[in-house]
């Protein structure tokens, strides 16, 4: 059957490769893709934008796996929240544990502060997401505060240092 009858798909082409020694001159099948559609071209703008500014974006990345996580604990029964109950106070024990063997004043302490009263909210936040539901309530608005939150810190420290 000659090239000329014979059907192709769609973005096929055959490529004679001059200068070919031997037995293997067969012609080769170049597999040319057709153009990507406006979907995929901006669901890769996308993906790269997302990996370029990967690390501006951990906090955003942490959230979305808080999320996922504690519906997941939800759905796998109430009681893990009474499990994940007792971390929401690990953080006021972490900032009076430091201020009694470090004691920090000025900037220092309202970082610390600021750092424990965010991280007692988020781990109330798992505990009770687990426990209810992650969109359960206002604990959807919580969450949302909370990323705006940490993601705002996140940055700053990052341009600061």
Request: hydrophobic content about 55%; aromatic content about 8%.
């Amino acid at each position: 059957m000659s090239s000329r009858t014979r059907t192709r798909a769609a973005g096929v082409h055959t490529v004679r490769i001059p200068h070919q020694r031997g037995r293997r001159s067969q012609p080769f099948l170049i597999v040319v893709p057709d153009q990507p559609s406006l979907t995929q071209e901006a669901f890769g703008f996308l993906g790269r934008v997302l990996w370029r500014f990967r690390a501006a974006l951990a906090p955003t990345g942490l959230a979305l796996l808080a999320l996922v996580v504690t519906a997941l604990l939800h759905v796998l029964g109430w009681w893990t929240g009474l499990v994940l109950a007792p971390l929401a106070v690990a953080p006021l024990v972490w900032l009076a544990v430091m201020q009694q063997r470090r004691p920090g004043r000025g900037s220092t302490l309202a970082w610390r502060i600021a750092l424990a009263l965010l991280a007692t909210v988020t781990s109330t936040w798992a505990a009770l997401a687990a426990g209810f539901g992650p969109l359960a309530g206002p604990l959807g608005l919580i969450w949302l505060i909370a990323l705006i939150v940490a993601q705002s810190a996140w940055l700053i420290v990052r341009r600061t240092h």
